[in-house]
């Protein structure tokens, strides 16, 4: 029996190139897809409110105002970000949310959602440092890891000298997951952003970052060594040592 050709360069590249679009095209599909049927669902709820309104107030049965779904559902995403940046408005919102939370369905759905949408925001990003690997959870097994922090410990035990304060997190939610205390030594920086360490564990491994040529980190990046990261950084400045017992 004679064994498959293998498949020719040209198929190849057609198939490269296929993926690329899919990848390109399916966040922009998926984007525009929520867009309408949030459209869909205001303008299905009070778009007959406004035109029953309306023909009362002019006296026309038949009078109809297109774009109404489309006009409330921006004041409807503008009066929730008003709230959420008032104390009063945040209470609001967290009442909702905790009765969102007590029905199943909607709990999974709106928790999962909520999640990602917080993990990939700017605001989110912003408060991790840095990208590492680390060996989790065991030896030869590597987990992504996101820094928070830095402390040194040293006065409570040798081991815990110079730690790196880390998040793992979970996959597909990258907002649920573990705080570890590891050895700085025992940390080995990825050339990557934040941003694409993110996005790599919430596709699950799928889209892979491409990494920087090592040795030529960012501006952001503190200097390290060949293995792990290094000394210790002013970033880790507000973990300071904890004093012996007895002193201030």
Same mark, same amino acid.
């Given at each position: 029996?004679?064994?498959?050709?293998?498949?020719?360069?040209?198929?190849?590249?057609?198939?490269?190139?296929?993926?690329? *679009?899919?990848? @390109?095209?399916?966040?922009?599909?998926?984007?525009?897809?929520?867009?309408?049927?949030?459209?869909?669902?205001?303008?299905?709820?009070?778009? /007959?409110?406004?035109?029953?309104?309306?023909?009362?107030?002019?006296?026309?049965?038949?009078?109809?105002?297109?774009?109404?779904?489309?006009?409330?559902?921006?004041?409807?995403?503008?009066?929730? *970000?008003?709230?959420?940046?008032?104390?009063? *408005?945040?209470?609001?919102?967290?009442?909702?949310?905790?009765?969102?939370?007590?029905? /199943?369905?909607?709990?999974? @759905?709106?928790?999962?959602?909520?999640?990602?949408?917080?993990?990939?925001?700017?605001?989110?990003?912003?408060?991790?440092?840095?990208?590492?690997?680390?060996?989790?959870?065991?030896?030869?097994?590597?987990?992504?890891?996101?820094?928070? *922090?830095?402390?040194?410990?040293?006065?409570?035990?040798?081991?815990?000298?110079?730690?790196?304060?880390?998040?793992?997190?979970?996959?597909?939610? /990258?907002?649920?997951?573990?705080?570890?205390?590891?050895?700085?030594?025992?940390?080995?920086?990825?050339?990557?952003?934040?941003?694409?360490?993110?996005?790599?564990?919430?596709?699950?491994?799928?889209?892979?970052?491409?990494?920087?040529?090592?040795?030529?980190?960012?501006?952001?990046?503190?200097?390290?060594?060949?293995?792990?990261?290094?000394?210790?950084?002013?970033?880790?400045?507000?973990?300071?040592?904890?004093?012996?017992?007895?002193?201030?």
């Amino acid at each position: 029996m004679k064994s498959p050709l293998p498949p020719s360069p040209f198929r190849i590249r057609l198939r490269r190139i296929l993926i690329a *679009g899919l990848i @390109i095209l399916a966040p922009v599909a998926i984007t525009l897809w929520v867009l309408v049927q949030l459209f869909q669902i205001m303008d299905g709820i009070f778009a /007959p409110l406004v035109d029953q309104v309306l023909r009362r107030t002019f006296d026309q049965p038949d009078l109809h105002v297109p774009g109404v779904g489309l006009l409330l559902t921006l004041l409807v995403i503008l009066a929730l *970000g008003w709230l959420s940046t008032h104390v009063g *408005g945040r209470r609001i919102l967290r009442f909702f949310e905790r009765i969102l939370f007590r029905i /199943p369905v909607a709990r999974t @759905i709106y928790g999962s959602t909520k999640g990602i949408l917080q993990a990939v925001s700017r605001e989110k990003a912003e408060s991790f440092k840095r990208v590492v690997l680390i060996e989790y959870p065991k030896k030869d097994l590597f987990a992504i890891a996101f820094v928070t *922090g830095g402390t040194r410990w040293g006065r409570i035990d040798d081991r815990l000298e110079d730690l790196l304060l880390v998040f793992v997190p979970t996959t597909p939610n /990258p907002t649920s997951g573990f705080l570890l205390l590891v050895p700085r030594q025992e940390a080995v920086e990825l050339p990557i952003t934040v941003e694409e360490g993110i996005r790599m564990v919430i596709s699950g491994g799928i889209l892979l970052p491409r990494l920087r040529r090592s040795g030529t980190p960012t501006a952001t990046d503190p200097p390290t060594e060949s293995r792990g990261l290094g000394p210790r950084t002013d970033n880790d400045a507000t973990n300071p040592p904890i004093p012996p017992p007895g002193e201030p």
